[in-house]
């Protein structure tokens, strides 16, 4: 199979700058991982991050991966050190990126770029494209999914592909499109099992499909917790993640759940309506609510949900009200002035802010950062935040505390 060729940076080593920060005290104290400043593979504060950050994953072991733009690939070590790669697709642009703890990227190209591709998701290594699993199907708006389970996923014929993910064995997971295309199309999570054989994890075909949601999506969002996972009914809005084992975690318009041992549990979002998000004068994490209490309503699209080894959940929601710039701006330490005022100015833009939710592991809500884009476990106590200000993007690294 052809493979795409990939423009790659070049890693600059390293550099140790005296790293300074804003006078005023106020704010809640994160770190400069990278940006902010005119490298454009650089490490740290020198290093100037391409374009705004729309897609961010973790590979687990320390590695960041992110998108940039509609068709560049991130990379940033642990230590700062960043790479960027312009992806060569056939159409389209990419859609999401996803990093296994094997070292395996993948990536998922938008609608049209499945399309018109090799495949409908790819795999990147060593500077190169490779196809991964799928191939587009002859008449995308026919019912799917094509490819039986047991089938080879390199050959399998799919619909449209709404999210992948890497669990913790290094499967690859994704959203199939199962009905014929219209608001209220149902899909599949499937799995790529280790031998490359298709395997349905949940998710059936819609049986209320009219093309008209409704009240699909609210039925969608909340069900008896106890609901076999081949019961459930997702959407094209459903965004997916990896946890602990087995366990898979689903995001929705209303509402985050889990599958895990083949049945379904919500673990945020209420279907009453509830509470906004806890935001206090105290600045993140401080204030906790029931996270089932939460009247949980994302921003679309859905920018983060990442599950850590412990089972925090990280998922991004809509713009949160009454919060206080003094208790939730970011004070960056060891970064430049200039990565300070991108900061300042990414709290001060409502159109980039894509605030953080933190669920733990025994189902208490916080607000992990009020404002920013995506964000991903850089490991599992602390939380990287990628936010876009003063026409310059930076990633910051937030604890989260014991």
């Given amino acids: 199979m052809r493979t795409r060729k990939m423009v790659i940076g070049t890693v600059i080593a390293l550099t140790v700058v005296t790293g300074c920060s804003s006078d005023d005290e106020n704010g809640f104290e994160v770190e400069l991982l990278a940006g902010g400043g005119d490298q454009s593979d650089g490490s740290g504060p020198d290093a100037a991050l391409p374009f705004a950050i729309t897609r961010l994953t ?17 990379q940033v070590g642990e230590d700062g050190a960043v790479r960027s790669a312009q992806l060569q697709l056939a159409a389209g642009a990419v859609q999401e990126i996803a990093a296994g703890p094997d070292g395996r990227v993948y990536v998922l190209p938008d609608r049209s770029g499945q399309e018109g591709g090799d495949a409908v998701v790819y795999e990147y290594s060593d500077g190169e494209l490779m196809p991964a699993a799928g191939v587009p199907a002859p008449t995308p708006e026919a019912p799917g999914p094509v490819t039986p389970d047991g089938a080879p996923a390199a050959e399998a014929e799919l619909g449209y592909v709404g999210d992948i993910a890497v669990d913790s064995e290094g499967r690859l997971l994704f959203t199939e499109q199962a009905d014929p295309a219209g608001a209220d199309a149902g899909f599949l999570l499937r799995r790529v099992e280790s031998d490359g054989t298709l395997a349905t994890v949940a998710g059936r075909p819609n049986p209320d499909h009219d093309r008209s949601l409704t009240d699909d999506e609210t039925s969608a969002a909340f069900f008896p917790d106890g609901t076999a996972a081949a019961d459930l009914t997702l959407f ?71 599950v850590n080894d412990d089972g925090g959940i990280l998922a991004s929601t809509g713009a949160l009200t009454g919060w206080d710039e003094d208790a939730y701006g970011w004070r960056v330490e060891d970064g430049s002035e200039h990565a300070q005022a991108v900061a300042d100015a990414a709290a001060d833009d409502d159109q980039t802010a894509h605030p953080t939710l933190y669920l733990s592991a025994d189902g208490q809500a916080s607000v992990a950062a009020a404002f920013g884009g995506p964000a991903a476990w850089a490991d599992d106590d602390t939380i990287a935040v990628a936010a876009t200000g003063e026409d310059d993007q930076i990633i910051v690294l937030i604890d989260v505390p014991d």
Avoid: H, K, M
Avoid at 250 to 267: C, E, H, K, L
């Fill in 58 to 74: 973790s590979d687990g072991d320390g590695t960041l991966w992110g998108v940039a733009g509609t068709d560049v690939i991130v």
């Fill in 236 to 306: 094209s809005e459903s965004a997916i993640a990896a946890g602990p084992g087995e366990q898979v975690v689903v995001q929705t318009t209303q509402s985050v759940f889990t599958i895990d041992g083949g049945i379904a549990t919500t673990v945020l979002g209420s279907a009453a309506g509830g509470s906004a998000p806890p935001v206090t004068e105290d600045g993140p994490f401080n204030g906790t609510a029931d996270a089932l209490s939460i009247d949980y309503q994302p921003s679309f699209p859905q920018l983060t949900l990442a």
